[in-house]
């Protein structure tokens, strides 16, 4: 990939994987890590296709999602921003079944997923380029590196903290409260079914992402983001 780098690690370069490979289209040569290219002219909605519903949501269970490129360019084939998703905070919450080929397609029955960008906290959303500049690579490198404590979590742990952080930064406000943490109970239930203790459970992600500098305490039941952010 030309002028393509690695986020993370220092590596500056990514090869191209071989034809037909699953979920990565670009692989760093000294740590591994995979990324998936995603490109379209003009601008991404809030949709992004991606490929087979049920590869895609085994990728998630095991904990091998890729990190996803967007880019997009103008008419002039010319790239007007790239933007790298963080593998960590895709969840099974971030994407969503397509409706099946129909019995005439040439792969009747299959069934593709979108990945749903809204759904993806903006801290996972690391611009690369913006407005055909090139963003010197410190800054998206400090950023990728601030969510990989994430990666070394098994993957139904790195789940719960992804979810949480998903949700709160969906509340558009850089304070929140316990209680607007709890808000997200029933939400959380339906979707980690196993968890009987799921306020416990929030307690404990909140002080995970504590831990890792996304968020602080302000007072009792009260917290912050590190870094403010609004909704794009």
């Known amino acids: 990939m030309r002028n393509g780098y690695c986020l993370a690690c220092e590596s500056d370069s990514l090869l191209p994987t071989l034809a037909n490979t699953r979920t990565k289209d670009f692989v760093c040569p000294h740590c591994a ?12 909605g809030s949709r992004i296709p991606d490929g087979a519903f049920s590869a895609m949501s085994a990728t998630i269970r095991e904990g091998r999602t890729p990190s996803f490129l967007l880019m997009e360019y103008s008419l002039a084939w010319e790239v007007q921003a790239l933007t790298v998703v963080h593998h960590s905070l ?9 409706r099946a080929l129909g019995p005439t397609a040439r792969r009747a029955g299959w069934i593709g997923c979108n990945i749903i960008l809204p759904k993806i906290a903006l801290e996972g959303r690391i611009p690369l380029v913006t407005a055909g500049n090139v963003l010197a690579r ?13 990666s070394n979590m ?9 979810s949480l952080l998903n949700l709160l930064r969906q509340l558009r406000d850089g304070h929140f409260s316990l209680n607007d943490a709890y ?7 339906k979707l980690y079914p196993a ?8 307690r404990q992600q909140l002080q995970v992402l504590r831990d890792a500098g996304i968020i602080q305490f302000e007072a009792r039941g009260l ?3 590190t870094q403010r952010t609004t909704i794009q």
């Open 33 to 44: 890590h995979g990324y998936e290219l995603k490109s379209t002219r003009g601008k991404f």
């Open 90 to 98: 895709i969840t099974q919450e971030c994407i969503e079944e397509r």
């Open 138 to 150: 410190e800054a998206p490198r400090t950023a990728f590196t601030r969510l990989q404590f994430l």
């Open 154 to 162: 098994p993957a139904k742990r790195r789940g719960w903290a992804a």
């Open 183 to 189: 808000s997200f109970e029933e939400h959380l239930a």
């Open 195 to 202: 968890n009987n203790n799921v306020r416990p459970k929030i």
């Open 223 to 225: 917290y912050k983001f």
